[in-house]
C-alpha cells in the first residue's frame, strides 16, 4: 500500500465471495481483505490433522494494481513532468521516489490517488480476484485457527506489535522485486504462483 495512512481495518470477507467478489466493492472498503480459509486439498485421511488459517491480504499493490493506475493517472494529468517506468520503481514509497526526480513532484503524485475515484478504478491483478474466490470455496473444518499469514507488498510492516504473530509473505511488484528475500522469509511472485503451497506450508502439524 502506497499512500500515507495511518492503521487499517480489516474487511470480513463473506461466507460466499462468488457473489460479493467485485474489486471496486472490496476496494470501496480500503485496507486489508481477512478471510478465514479452510483445507486447501481435496479431503483425505488426514485432514482431521490440518489447520485452519486466518490469511490478511493488501488490496492496493496484492488484488489491485496500484503502480500501474497510478502511473496512467498521473501520465494524463501532468503529461509534462517526468515520470518512474514501472521497471525503474524503487522503495515502497511512490511520493518518496518521485520527489528525487525532481522537487515538487511529490505532491503531485499523492493528489493523484487522493483523487476522486482512484481505487476504485484500479484494475485487478492478474489471478488475484480468481484466487480469493477460490479461497472462499474452500472446504471447511472445525479445526481452531493456529497460523496466520499476511501477504502484502509492502516490506517492511511495522505496527504496534513488533513480533506479529503472522507470517509475512512479501508479494512480488514493481517497487520491490529487486529485493532479495532470504529463508526463512518468503515471496510470491505472482497469484499464478503456487499459493496453495504456501497456505499447506503453514498448515502442517508441528
Not at 481495518?9 to 460466499?16: F, G
Not at 489447520?51 to 493488501?58: A, G
Not at 521516489?97 to 490517488?113: D, F, M, N, V
Not at 514493481?174 to 522469509?185: A, D, G
Request: with cysteine; charged share 25%.
Amino acid at each position: 500500500m502506497n499512500t500515507s495512512s495511518g492503521s487499517v481495518s480489516p474487511i470480513q470477507c463473506p461466507t460466499s465471495l462468488s457473489s460479493a467478489m467485485s474489486l471496486p466493492r472490496l476496494l470501496r472498503g480500503g485496507g486489508t481483505l481477512t478471510t478465514g480459509l479452510q483445507n486447501c486439498r481435496p479431503c483425505s485421511s488426514s485432514a482431521s490433522s490440518a489447520r485452519r488459517l486466518r490469511v490478511l491480504v493488501d488490496m492496493d499493490g496484492v488484488l489491485a494494481d496500484f503502480e500501474g493506475g497510478f502511473l496512467k493517472k498521473y501520465r494524463a494529468q501532468y503529461p509534462k513532468e517526468p515520470y518512474i517506468a514501472l521497471e525503474d520503481r524503487r522503495g515502497f514509497w511512490v511520493s518518496e521516489q518521485y520527489e528525487t526526480l525532481k522537487p515538487g513532484l511529490s505532491e503531485k503524485a499523492i493528489s493523484i490517488w487522493e483523487g476522486k475515484n482512484f481505487f476504485l478504478d484500479l484494475d485487478p491483478i492478474d489471478g488475484a480476484v480468481e484466487a480469493l474466490r477460490e479461497m472462499s470455496r474452500l472446504p471447511k473444518d472445525k479445526t481452531v485457527v493456529s497460523a496466520d499469514l499476511l501477504i502484502d507488498d509492502r516490506p517492511d510492516i511495522m505496527g504496534a506489535e513488533a513480533n506479529p504473530y503472522w507470517e509475512h509473505i512479501l508479494f512480488t511488484a514493481c517497487h520491490n522485486r529487486h529485493l532479495l528475500v532470504t529463508p526463512p522469509n518468503r515471496r510470491l511472485q505472482s497469484w499464478k504462483e503456487d499459493w496453495k503451497g504456501l497456505l499447506d506450508s503453514k498448515r502442517q502439524p508441528s
